[in-house]
């Protein structure tokens, strides 16, 4: 079953749409800030560890409520299925990124970040037969031209361009992970989603934890209080990051999600400047004009054709589809 969406939006709904993706730029900006502080500042490096605390905290409060409310049986189905690839592809995608981070700066991880985008366009237009205007695939484009000009001031250096490849991998498997996120969670509802994935994420982490950072966690700065506190910070912002991103998936699009976090290359340049005294190429600026640039064609063009756009819909969200499209223009 699939709804088409209205011409018209009212402001209150894209006013939401513009803030959670502004929170969800926020945290991915938080995850990457305190992984750096970790990496560069403490000198310790354990991306395992800071995802299995994360999915920790989600079985803590999510995956609790789902076992209370509907037991195991629901785990064991075929969407648990899903869940396990989503928890694989996220946690591969995750490592690699906090893994890149020893090789490039927060300002390079975050603008290689817009790669995820392409990849979920490609797949939007193959499962949820999404429609894309001449424009939206020329802002793409544009963007990437930002992500070239990037690359190029990055290959000077042998080792920040491991790390700009490892961020351009971990790009294309969170686009990947985001367009089954956003049918899965169209299908099973936010919470429901929540409360299933997170077991699958502790599993999957934990295995990796033991296998790989056991020897890291003994040599860990278990007496440096900033070693506490920015571990901390990357669970919290983490954390919010998963708990918002099923929402806008359910209600608007992983496109639309995506195309938001690319705000975060602004952020991420402010509080690197503060903080890590990254030093700025003319080519860094132009890069961040280019891919916001792109952001905007899109936006502009997706807002004048929404009508135009096809996306499939749980019994979750029958209720208010039906009311969008009743809506008086």
Known sequence: MAVILPERTTLVHVLKALLLGQILAVCNTGTGVTSQILTDKIKVNIPTTQSFLTYLSLCCTYGVYHLYTCGLTRLLSKSGAWCIFLAVTDFIATFVTVKAYQYTSLVSVQLLDCAAIPTIMILSFTIFRVRYRPLHYLAVLICLAGVGALVFVDSQSKTSLKGDLLVIVAAVLYGVNNVCLEWLAKDLGTYTYLGMYCWYGLVVSGIQLVVVERTALVDAPWDNANFYLALLGFVAFLFTFLTIMPHVMVHY??????????????????????????????????????????VLVFIHQSHEHSSGVVHPESEEDVEQSQSLVEEPK
């Open 253 to 294: 699009s992983a496109t639309v999600a995506n195309l938001n976090l690319l705000a975060a290359d602004v952020y991420s340049a402010i509080v690197g400047y503060f903080i890590f005294s990254i030093h700025f190429s003319p080519l860094y600026l132009l890069s961040i004009i280019l891919i916001l640039s792109g």
